[in-house]
């Protein structure tokens, strides 16, 4: 099984880096760190999948913030850039995908 985080995944991942660093909001260092590895396009562990998976399952509800607007590149939510260190939709999508074949393994 290929492990390794597609191009989108990373795109989103290095989007949420320079989102971070310009607007010094959102994320945890342990974000950052797998924003790094995704962007980095480095393979994952099984544990790295039920992690980035179980992410975005606690995080969903951050998209109904109202401070800063979702997805707005000029003033975007901490959530928002949170999402995309963890890879965004792309990265949800894939890590739900490996993990359900992992999980039926």
């Known amino acids: 099984m290929d492990m ?39 393979a994952v562990s099984e544990e790295d999948v039920t992690a980035i998976s179980s992410y975005f399952k606690r995080h969903t509800v951050d998209k109904q913030a109202k401070a800063h607007e979702w997805g707005d590149d000029s003033d975007p939510s901490a959530g928002y850039i949170a999402w995309l260190l963890w890879g965004g939709d792309p990265g949800e999508k894939w ?11």
């Open 4 to 42: 390794k985080p597609p191009a989108a995944v990373a795109a989103a991942a290095k989007k949420g880096l320079e989102l971070r660093e310009k607007f010094n909001r959102g994320g945890t260092e342990v974000g950052v760190k797998r924003a790094q590895q995704l962007a980095g396009r480095h």
């Open 95 to 105: 890590a739900d995908g490996l993990k359900a074949k992992l999980d039926k393994d």
